[in-house]
């Protein structure tokens, strides 16, 4: 599996965007982009996934280099609720057999 | 509808005993897979169930092994328990179908080996 290079934290103010970037230069022409974050406590959930155009949906958006070579999670409005693990994925499967990095921890000030 | 659930919440253990932890799967999932999270790092795939076959296993040696019911609940279990198995054990149940194959987790095990 191709892997993903992700910086180990970052922080945010509330109300602010946040960019969390990840980078994956192996990525193969089949891989897809997933994002799953993991709140304190819990189980990781999904937030989104791409394969070469841009999406977005309620929680978040991701923005995908022409290349492929790298994609940011976007968060529009940090929340507090937002603070967390986020994990860049790549898995030709989709969606399935996720194989997991150190992701980013994301903090957000009040 | 039900999320996903795992038994016991925490379990503690000594090294070469054997364990056992449960999933029940979100209703109408058929698939089920398991990860193991050590402390600060991401989770690791362990293996997979689908319709009560193993359908795909990461690098994790044969002593971990796994079994789904027909009701599509699921077991993990780890013979000859080490210390550095202690992590949290994460289940995923999803529904693989033409769409997305999106993974529901539940809150995990937390497996102590001493």
């Known amino acids: 599996d191709a892997k993903t290079t992700q910086p180990n934290s970052m922080e945010s103010n509330e109300e602010e965007p946040v960019h969390l970037p990840c980078n994956h230069s192996?990525?193969?022409?089949?891989?897809?982009i997933h994002w799953y974050r993991q709140l304190p406590s819990q189980g990781p959930e999904y937030v989104i996934h791409?394969?070469?155009s841009n999406v977005n949906n309620r929680m978040a958006s991701l923005a995908i280099a022409e290349d492929r070579k790298s994609s940011t999670l976007i968060l529009h409005r940090a929340t507090l609720r937002d603070a967390a693990v986020y994990y860049c994925i790549l898995s030709w499967e989709y969606g399935n057999k996720l194989v997991f990095g150190a992701g980013t921890i994301l903090r957000v000030k009040s | 509808e039900t999320g996903v659930t795992q038994s016991p919440t925490h379990l503690i253990k000594t090294r070469g005993q054997q364990v056992t932890l449960r999933c029940s799967s979100q209703?109408?999932?058929?698939?089920v897979s398991w990860y193991q999270q050590a402390l600060g790092q991401g989770p690791q795939f362990i293996f997979q169930?689908?319709?009560?076959?193993?359908?795909g296993r990461g690098n994790f040696p044969p002593r971990f092994s796994g079994l789904q019911f027909p009701n599509y609940s699921s077991e993990l279990n780890v013979n000859a328990l080490e210390l550095d198995d202690s992590a949290l054990y994460l289940c995923a149940s999803s529904f693989p179908s033409s769409g997305y194959n999106e993974q529901f987790f539940g809150p995990g095990t937390r497996l102590t080996v001493l």
């Open positions: 209703s109408g999932h058929n698939t």
């Open positions: 169930y689908y319709r009560e076959e193993e359908n």
């Open positions: 791409g394969l070469t």
């Open positions: 192996t990525i193969s022409g089949t891989d897809y």
